[in-house]
């Protein structure tokens, strides 16, 4: 995988995006709820499936949400997967 990648919050989508190149290949869907952030739904393309890339664009996510001082509701499978997965984003997690 030669190609630059690119993440970016899709605020208008509600949803962060992960570009491979120029091709759309992995994202992330929230909701505003409250005071946090519901992470429901992470998808990446058949074709970029098996590359890591669904973690790296949670990872993004989590990021930006920990910088605007917000927690997470993981309702998708994946995003709390994840979360388990690295600990440093527990404390995130909306109690």
Do not use: K
């Amino acid at each position: 995988m030669g190609d630059a990648i690119r993440t970016v919050h899709n605020a208008r989508r509600q949803r962060y995006e992960l570009f491979v190149g120029g091709d759309l290949a992995s994202l992330v869907d929230y909701r505003p709820a409250d005071d946090a952030v519901v992470f429901d739904h992470t998808e990446t393309l058949p074709r970029f499936r098996g590359q890591g890339l669904a973690a790296r664009v949670v990872a993004f996510a989590l990021d930006d949400v920990r910088e605007q001082g917000t927690s997470v509701v993981p309702a998708c499978w994946f995003v709390a997967d994840f979360i388990d997965a690295n600990p440093e984003y527990g404390d995130l997690v909306a109690a």
